[in-house]
């Protein structure tokens, strides 16, 4: 089933949804599990140089592109 975003969440983070329902498999080996969200969702004219080191060279970071791809965000 597709995860969608919980009830009210859109509140709950300024905006950023949260994700509901199973998550894939790949999560579980991403170089970034674990890591908070600001790594990645940066103030305009920030650095954006530590997220991609977090990226390179992560087994799955195909994956993690492909699902950005669906994403309003991603």
């Known amino acids: 089933a597709p995860m969608r975003p919980a009830p009210g969440a859109d509140r709950a983070r300024g905006g950023a949804e949260l994700l509901v329902g199973p998550r894939p498999a790949w999560h579980r080996r991403a170089a970034c599990?674990?890591?908070?969200?600001?790594?990645?969702?940066?103030?305009?004219?920030?650095?954006t140089a530590p997220a991609k080191a977090m990226c390179e060279g992560c087994e799955v970071a195909a994956d993690c592109e492909a699902a950005g791809q669906d994403e309003a965000h991603g």
Request: no cysteine; aromatic share 14%.
């Open 33 to 47: 599990r674990g890591v908070g969200p600001d790594l990645f969702f940066i103030e305009r004219g920030a650095s």
